[in-house]
């Protein structure tokens, strides 16, 4: 960032999760990511600045070797002048929703991330003339745990979302339970992908948001009150899926332009743009029945990645934090090992190296204990990531037009798919995730499946599971 060129007004609020706030520039395909911290959480530039270097360097290293090239963007960390981060932060206040100001955006430091602005095309560094719309997804986690150390049976049968969803309802992070089941989207049933899309149409809670010309046109602003207007999305979309505009209005035509929305995101999903390295992790448990061959999706497309690097997680939370114990007791004897042991980084070449060894065989020593660590880290950030996909409409002329373009859709559309929010779960948050993981199921196993032993007779009981295929209708 070029320093004395720096204009508030230049850039606005785009948006923000619970640990990094993004602002766009109003002209230039580029956003700015700062992280944000709790009030009081003093951070010295320095670790800042790390901090942002180490997520980098994550991507470059370990996340563009599992993904492949196309479908990271790491970015650059820059300085920015104190006075702008200062104005800027003034500025969009106002606009942030009122649940996530909990934490501050750091203005200290003068650090943030440069990144293209995916939800315009990011081939592009300038804004084109082209209309784009960008779906955002985040899928979470796409399988039923298969480690034998998994004590909770429930755990075979519903999986994490699904149970979670009643606690959030419970504690009123959401008002309603959403019929969005991540199992659907990574069947590679089309089907049941139609289904899950549908139902994070009609319940987005912050696992989908649409922009458009990168604009927020539906989903959730404010965490707590999302809206969902499907004449007036549909009124958004309808250009981009009947150019010819050869719809009557009224609720046939919203329902035919939803459909044909959720038709496309599906082939976009199912479509491999992949140029990338195939196959870092080969199938390592032999004889194992959920793995990402038996996913039904297409090698190579992201969501097929995604459950790849999601099932890094070999051993569940349940086998992975005795692991975490030992490697505990080992720092408490010898502290000044933390650094050769990797934990905060650097996240280089050879930590990469040793996340490929999906032995599970447990020998004792604090080195398979710290592999199946970091591969529990690498897992648990492909469970939270978000996949960003880029529609605009294509000309006819595809000479100039390098990128794929959606097959057999009433209208031309070319497309990009990518992959964000990378950043490394952290090692202290695991205990944390051994806690959330027993009140999530203990939620749900006490309160609703107790409710339906009661009320539901036992030939029915199934249809909560999420290992059935089938949904009612
Ligand atoms: O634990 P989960 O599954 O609820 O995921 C958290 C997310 O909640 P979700 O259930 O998606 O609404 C949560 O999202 P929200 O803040 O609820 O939008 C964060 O993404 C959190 O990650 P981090 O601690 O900020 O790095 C996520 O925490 P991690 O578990 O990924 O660390
Ligand atoms: N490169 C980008 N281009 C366009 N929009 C982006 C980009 N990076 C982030 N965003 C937007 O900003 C939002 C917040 O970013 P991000 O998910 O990285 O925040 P976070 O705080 O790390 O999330 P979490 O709550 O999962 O920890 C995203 O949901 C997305 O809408």
Request: include cysteine; charge should be positive.
């Amino acid at each position: 960032m070029e320093e004395g060129k720096m204009d508030e007004n230049e850039w606005r609020y785009h948006g923000e999760g619970n640990k990094s706030l993004v602002v766009a520039h109003a002209q230039r395909c580029v956003v700015l990511r700062f992280l944000k911290f709790p009030p009081n959480r003093k951070k010295t530039s320095e670790e800042i600045f790390q901090h942002l270097q180490n997520i980098v360097d994550f991507g470059k290293n370990v996340m563009k070797e599992f993904f492949g090239e196309n479908y990271v963007h790491c970015g650059e960390v820059v300085q920015l002048p104190l006075e702008f981060v200062k104005q800027l932060c003034l500025k969009i206040q106002s606009e942030r929703p009122e649940s996530r100001c909990d934490k501050d955006l750091d203005t200290l430091s003068g650090y943030a991330m440069c990144l293209p602005n995916l939800t315009r095309l990011q081939t592009y560094r300038f804004a084109e003339h082209r209309p784009i719309l960008c779906v955002e997804i985040k899928p979470k986690c796409g399988f039923i745990p298969f480690s034998s150390y998994v004590t909770h049976e429930m755990k075979h049968k519903v999986c994490r979302y699904c149970m979670h969803q009643h606690l959030k309802v419970a504690t009123g992070k959401w008002k309603q339970i959403s019929k969005y089941c991540p199992l659907d989207l990574y069947s590679g049933n089309k089907q049941r992908m139609h289904f899950a899309l549908k139902s994070l149409l009609q319940e987005a809670q912050n696992n989908l948001k649409i922009f458009k010309n990168g604009e927020l046109i539906y989903g959730c602003g404010d965490a707590r009150s999302p809206v969902a207007d499907w004449r007036e999305l549909a009124h958004h979309l309808k250009p981009f899926f009947f150019p010819s505009n050869g719809l009557a209005s009224g609720p046939h035509c919203t329902r035919a332009v939803i459909r044909e929305l959720v038709h496309v995101i599906t082939r976009v999903l199912l479509s491999s743009s992949d140029k990338g390295r195939v196959g870092a992790l080969r199938p390592g448990l032999r004889g194992r029945k959920n793995t990402p061959e038996r996913s039904g999706l297409p090698k190579g497309c992201l969501l097929y990645k995604t459950l790849q690097v999601q099932m890094l997680d070999l051993l569940d939370i349940e086998g992975l934090y005795p692991l975490y114990n030992r490697i505990e007791r080992y720092l408490e004897e010898f502290p000044e090992q933390r650094k050769m042991l990797q934990i905060d980084g650097p996240y280089d070449e050879a930590f990469y190296q040793k996340l490929l060894d999906l032995s599970t065989e447990d020998d004792g020593t604090v080195a398979f204990a710290l592999t199946k660590v970091q591969q529990y880290r690498v897992a648990m950030t492909a469970k939270d990531c978000s996949i960003m996909i880029a529609l605009s409409p294509s000309l006819q002329d595809t000479s100039s037009d390098q990128r794929p373009v959606i097959p057999s859709s009433r209208s031309r559309l070319a497309f990009s798919v990518s992959v964000l929010d990378l950043d490394l779960k952290p090692y202290e948050s695991i205990p944390h995730q051994y806690k959330l993981d027993s009140k999530i199921v203990n939620y749900y196993s006490k309160t609703v499946h107790a409710k339906d032993d009661a009320v539901v007779p036992t030939r029915l009981k199934e249809s909560e599971d999420c290992t059935l295929v089938l949904h009612k209708v």
